[in-house]
């Protein structure tokens, strides 16, 4: 997704970023006793980080790419399921994602605190540009070919589990530690408008068109990412360590994230959410069995998203809440109940509500996840842990492609449902037995 506006020049001592020779300019904040903040300002989205150049870069490149790359994400499991008739087909996806993902994404973390971030953050990008570019030649040669999509899901990947870690670890270098959480609250309420509008619009293209039209989609906007990478300024390694991004860097970030027990239940919490929970495989089937056709394949995939951006135009509060650790647990309790329920719904709008419900949920979740560990680790180590992070969060979905997808021979409703209920009891299970997590407070 795992898993990124502009408008008129700011003024210099905005534009120019904080520093020691630029100091951060004094905003009123809802957590401030002397200031008398507004409904709005405490409520809505806290939209600080857009003043800074940088960050404002990164956060349109990686808007305008994912609303791309939902084209394919769509395309890809829709053809599959159209060229197989198999559910399990489409979770053999997962498979083909999760196996490079769960490879390269330690190694690319690695590599991110290595090198110039920068450099590498631009070359993962052209590599996943060019599996684009195979998606869309294999549609325009009209190749009926399952292996080969598997392959070219592969080759994406990996491009993916270089760039991702590298482009979270960036964040943290372009804005102070107190608007961390904002930046991210920014990224992944914009990326999932991008969810919500790009496979709506999927939906319609691959109604009307070929298949190779939504990858042309994607393999256009992407170049938007390119652009945002050359723009960043360099980010060598801060650390007077030297690192060469190999085996033994990996494992020391390995050692270290062993010693952080908050850490490794935030990623065990999301796995369950993920793993158990997640039905997105089910949907092709679901939309032909149960909503009446393909054309209701668009909402499905949007419908998780849809809760996700009121979630984030609403999220003013988020930061202002001290116990993460009970508000992520909380709000995984919430997503696995909400697919629970959506897999009873027999209507497509009801289907989409609860559906939005647990995207909602999932927000606050990734949100707080994402910030424990950017604000808790070293910059010298951001690359390793965010590598870790995104196997977690791109692997556990896939992986939950494949235990949707495998288990949809014992029902669709019973895979639905049983899934969304054991996600919430995994999390409560783990909030109690692990009282780390549960009261694990922002510093």
Not at 299 to 323: E, M, P, Q
Not at 336 to 357: E, F, K, N, T, Y
């Amino acid at each position: 997704m795992d898993g990124a506006g502009g408008g008129e020049p700011l003024p210099e001592a905005v534009a120019g970023g904080a520093g020691p020779d630029n100091p951060e300019p004094s905003y009123p904040r809802a957590d401030d006793p002397g200031a008398r903040p507004s409904w709005l300002s405490r409520h809505a989205i806290d939209v600080r980080p857009l003043r800074h150049p940088e960050y404002r870069r990164l956060f349109i490149g990686s808007a305008v790419s994912f609303f791309g790359y939902q084209f394919t994400a769509v395309a890809v499991p829709v053809q599959m399921f159209a060229l197989t008739r198999s559910s399990a087909w489409v979770g053999y996806l997962g498979i083909a994602g999760l196996v490079p993902l769960l490879i390269f994404a330690l190694w690319g973390g690695a590599v991110a605190d290595a090198f110039d971030r920068r450099i590498v953050l631009l070359g993962s990008s052209l590599l996943m540009w060019a599996s684009t570019l195979g998606l869309l030649a294999q549609g325009l040669l009209g190749l009926r070919s399952p292996a080969l999509l598997l392959v070219l899901v592969a080759v994406q990947s990996v491009a993916f589990a270089v760039s991702a870690p590298t482009r979270s670890a960036i964040v943290p270098r372009l804005l102070p530690d107190d608007e961390v959480a904002a930046g991210n609250t920014l990224s992944y309420t914009m990326s999932n408008v991008a969810t919500v509008a790009g496979p709506l619009g999927a939906g319609l293209v691959l109604a009307n068109f070929p298949v190779a039209t939504a990858y042309g989609i994607d393999a256009a906007l992407f170049a938007v990412v390119l652009w945002a990478a050359l723009r960043l300024p360099a980010m060598s390694p801060e650390t007077s360590k030297r690192t060469t991004g190999g085996l033994g860097d990996v494992m020391f970030g390995l050692r270290y994230l062993a010693t952080t027990p908050v850490l490794l239940l935030s990623f065990a919490v999301d796995i369950a959410a993920m793993v158990l929970a997640l039905p997105r495989a089910l949907f092709p089937q679901v939309a032909s069995d149960r909503f009446g056709g393909i054309g209701a394949v668009g909402w499905l995939f949007s419908a998780i998203a849809i809760g996700s951006v009121v979630a984030g135009l609403t999220s003013g509060w988020i930061g202002r809440v001290r116990r993460q650790g009970a508000a992520l647990i909380a709000a995984v309790v919430v997503w696995g109940l909400a697919v629970a329920a959506a897999g009873l719904a027999h209507s497509l709008w009801l289907a989409v509500l609860l559906l939005a419900v647990g995207g909602a949920a999932d927000l606050v979740s990734a949100v707080y996840r994402q910030t424990m560990l950017q604000t808790y680790a070293p910059d010298e180590l951001r690359g390793r842990m965010q590598g870790v992070f995104t196997a977690v969060v791109a692997g556990g979905p896939r992986l939950g492609d494949l235990r949707a997808g495998l288990m949809a021979g014992f029902g669709i409703t019973l895979d639905w449902v049983g899934g969304g209920i054991a996600a919430a009891v995994v999390a409560v299970a783990l909030g109690i037995a692990f009282p780390a997590l549960r009261r694990y407070t922002v510093r």
